[in-house]
């Protein structure tokens, strides 16, 4: 299994991103999925889980301004964000929810795989 995140970099405060993630090895349309980040200094920590058939689940700082999706055609998980701020600079991860966790999976041990992360920097 691999996923591989891509879509971060430096962007401006107010700017919108969307960071992707690309799966291989798994039949992806079967299996639920999120995104999690690691601001500097901090720890990991859960933003966003979309299931198979598409329903979501955010963390409470992230609704409003960020939006997760997938296209099963594309083995592809999203990651909007909407009007940028400094504290969104981090590292953001994909990964892939294990078979037997329930939902909402907001805990690092309810995934089995993930993403090499990409990092996004806002300036202000």
């Known amino acids: 299994v691999q996923l591989q995140a891509s879509g971060g970099g430096l962007v401006q405060a107010g700017d919108s991103l969307r960071l992707s993630c690309v799966a291989s090895?798994?039949?992806?349309?079967?299996?639920?999925l999120g995104w999690f980040r690691r601001p500097p200094g901090k720890d990991r920590e859960f933003v966003a889980a979309?299931?198979?058939?598409?329903?979501?689940h955010y963390t409470d700082a992230a609704k409003g301004r960020f939006t997760v999706s997938r296209d099963n055609a594309k083995n592809s998980v999203y990651l909007e964000i909407n009007s940028v701020k400094p504290d969104d600079t981090a590292i953001y991860y994909c990964?892939?929810?294990?078979?037997?966790?329930?939902?909402?999976?907001?805990?690092?041990?309810?995934?089995?795989?993930w993403g090499q992360g990409t990092l996004v920097t806002v300036s202000s």
């Open positions: 090895g798994m039949f992806f349309s079967t299996w639920r």
């Open positions: 990964a892939r929810v294990h078979t037997s966790q329930f939902w909402p999976p907001i805990v690092e041990g309810a995934y089995d795989a």
């Open positions: 979309i299931g198979w058939s598409g329903r979501t």
